[in-house]
């Protein structure tokens, strides 16, 4: 579960985290820019936290990811061909939410229906679900398709110069 280095309030990550203790899944919960675990209420050998880091150096072995819907968080997850719930929380989080869940390879939950208890209850969805995975892969296929940056910029560089 990441909800990025801005959007990790503990308010709305610690219910989450009680709410997700009760779901049959070990929990990887990042702590944003200055979190600490100690911010969080929280009594469970099922939950680690993480210090900021590159979300890539988490997504090995995760089964589906909980974010905010940050596009980096969000790209890097489909990247990887995991499946999401996405609960914006602010800026173009809304948008990635909506296209998450029209790809398939997710769930979004908008405010108004992501309290925890909602939220884990779409998580054992995808868990659950088959076609949520199915989806999130053949996503992360396309975008491995896609050029490298490096490559983009050498093209535009030459179109460029042209």
Same mark, same amino acid.
């Given at each position: 579960m990441s909800f990025g280095t801005v959007f990790a309030d503990p308010a709305v990550v610690g219910p989450l985290l009680g709410a997700l203790t009760d779901v049959d899944v070990d929990?990887?919960?990042t702590l944003g820019l200055d979190g600490k675990p100690?911010?969080?209420q929280l009594d469970s050998d099922r939950v680690t936290f993480s210090p900021f880091v590159p979300?890539?150096?988490?997504l090995d072995n995760v089964s589906a990811v909980i974010s905010h819907g940050g596009a980096g968080t969000t790209l890097g997850t489909l990247a990887r061909g995991i499946p999401m719930v996405v609960v914006p929380q602010g800026a173009d989080q809304f948008?990635?939410?909506d296209r998450v869940a029209a790809s398939g390879a997710g769930l979004a939950l908008m405010p108004g229906q992501a309290d925890p208890a909602a939220i884990?209850?779409?998580? =054992? =969805?995808?868990l659950d679900e088959p076609t949520f995975a199915e989806a999130?892969? =053949?996503i992360g296929a396309e975008i491995a398709t896609m050029p490298s940056p490096d490559e983009v910029a050498e093209r535009l560089r030459a179109e460029v110069a042209g």
């Open positions: 929990v990887l919960a100690e911010d969080y979300l890539a150096q988490l948008f990635q939410a884990a209850a779409a998580l =054992r =969805r995808l999130a892969r =053949r």
